[in-house]
């Protein structure tokens, strides 16, 4: 596992920098342009708000399929320890595995958020407001 991870950041170490983009917003002058973003704020905080249900749905899910799976790792180990069996010398002894071993909290990593924050600025423009992106470096930046 160490070595899986030395690998992962030797390789983000020789990609280079990472930018991520700023946006900067000027809104509509007039009261209706205003008004309607208002409602684009409504909606991307309805959104965010489904996002992070999805995503607490999902981590209980992943968290009950973990414990179903931990559960029957052991099961297995303390049936293999009666019976002597390799399997359990080979999986329970020298690959020994903890709880946090059988959570993949990646798979609720998708990013629904960002979603909403395009749908948002795509709102904003329609409504008279004006965007303006900005790219940083946030990463690996070099030091000029």
Do not use: W
Not at 73 to 101: I, M, P, T, W
Request: proline content about 2%.
């Amino acid at each position: 596992m160490k070595k899986l991870i030395f690998i992962a950041l030797l390789f983000l170490v020789s990609c280079g920098p990472i930018y991520d983009t700023r946006y900067h917003y000027h809104p509509p002058e007039d009261f209706e342009g205003r008004k309607c973003i208002n409602s684009c704020v409504a909606s991307r905080d309805r959104c965010k708000s489904f996002c992070q249900r999805d995503k607490n749905e999902c981590l209980r899910r992943v968290e009950q399929k973990a414990q179903n799976d931990y559960d029957d790792y052991v099961a297995r180990c303390n049936r293999g320890q009666r019976e002597r069996a390799s399997l359990y010398r080979h999986e329970c002894v020298f690959d020994k595995k903890k709880f946090s071993d059988f959570r993949h909290e990646g798979d609720c990593s998708a990013n629904c958020e960002s979603g909403c924050g395009h749908n948002y600025n795509d709102c904003y423009t329609n409504c008279g407001g004006r965007l303006k992106t900005q790219r940083v470096c946030v990463a690996f930046c070099s030091q000029g």
